[in-house]
């Protein structure tokens, strides 16, 4: 692909979305190890989306265009791979929660929370298969995929493709789910429980659609500094991804409530929201019930 700006440039601006994101993900994963009293099954699949970004933001941070190392560049592209792959993963885990819960009445996750962890393991280890094979370069500001024949089938077929299999799966969920919310009448708590989780898997798709739409308008070979722009643009919205995650955690679980020191009306709050709801409330309700 063809760069129209200068490579520190685009290091910089991807090192400033990187660092609101690492720290906004950072938030959250302290918020879950913190209020042990509040981890929710909910909870506990936002944190691993946010481990994820962490973990992804810490690789786009590196500068990689000055490293020589392939055993440093190796573990850099692992670590931004394996980031890419597993928050839509686990924002996956999300919508199948909400659509069994809204279309098939599921209470009990643990076989659905053991896929997704089986999933997740298979994407680690074939990330660190991948990693032993001379398939790894630094690319303007990214330790990415060579812009090879190989590379190529590689970063289509293992990273981009699951990644757009992964949104498509994400908006017919979405498509069900509020078709089912408007058909039946569900109890107010479990309606909002279900919009409310339902925007972290939308922040997933809404981060990864303006890049995907770039990625394939560069299929087709087009040079143009109009699309590298784009690409610039939509590139910082996917690293910026952790931070909107953050804002909108504490939104959903009314986390400024604890944050106020009113502990307890935020519990009563959560009480009163999941009463009288006809299953088990995700937004609520622990894992293990």
């Known amino acids: 692909m ?19 994101s690492f720290f906004g993900s950072l938030t959250v994963v302290v918020i879950f190890i913190k209020l042990r009293k509040m981890q929710t099954y909910s909870l506990r699949l936002l944190f691993y989306i946010s481990l994820s970004d962490l973990i992804r933001a810490i690789g786009l941070s590196v500068p990689c265009f000055y490293l020589r190392n392939q055993i440093i560049i190796r573990t850099v592209a692992f670590m931004i791979r394996t980031g890419n792959l597993s928050s839509p993963i686990w924002a996956i885990a999300i919508s199948n929660a909400l659509y069994k819960v809204a279309i098939n009445g599921t209470q009990k996750f643990e076989r659905h929370h053991r896929f997704f962890m089986i999933l997740t393991a298979i994407v680690l280890l074939s990330s660190v298969g991948i990693s032993f094979l ?40 979405y498509y069900k789910i509020h078709k089912k919310i408007k058909a039946v009448k569900l109890a107010l708590g479990k309606t909002e429980a279900i919009k409310r989780l339902f925007v972290f898997s939308m922040i997933i798709f809404l981060s990864c659609l303006p890049l995907s739409i770039t990625r394939i308008i560069q299929l087709f070979n087009i040079k143009s500094c109009y699309v590298s722009y784009a690409s610039t643009i939509a590139f910082g919205i996917y690293a910026l991804r952790g931070f909107i995650n953050a804002f909108a955690y504490i939104w959903a679980f009314r986390l400024f409530l604890v944050f106020a020191n009113t502990e307890k009306l935020f519990l009563r709050t959560s009480s009163a929201n999941s009463a009288g709801t006809e299953s088990t409330n995700l937004l609520f309700e622990s894992f293990s019930n």
């Not at 440039?9 to 990187?18: D, E, F, Q």
């Not at 001379?134 to 493709?161: A, K």
């Open 2 to 20: 063809e760069y129209c700006l200068d490579r520190e440039i685009l290091y910089y601006s991807t090192l400033g979305t990187s660092a609101f």
């Open 134 to 173: 001379d398939v790894y370069t630094n690319i303007g500001s990214s330790c990415t995929f060579e812009d090879t024949f190989i590379g190529n089938v590689l970063r289509y077929g293992t990273l981009l493709v699951p990644e757009w299999i992964l949104l498509l799966y994400t908006a017919f969920a």
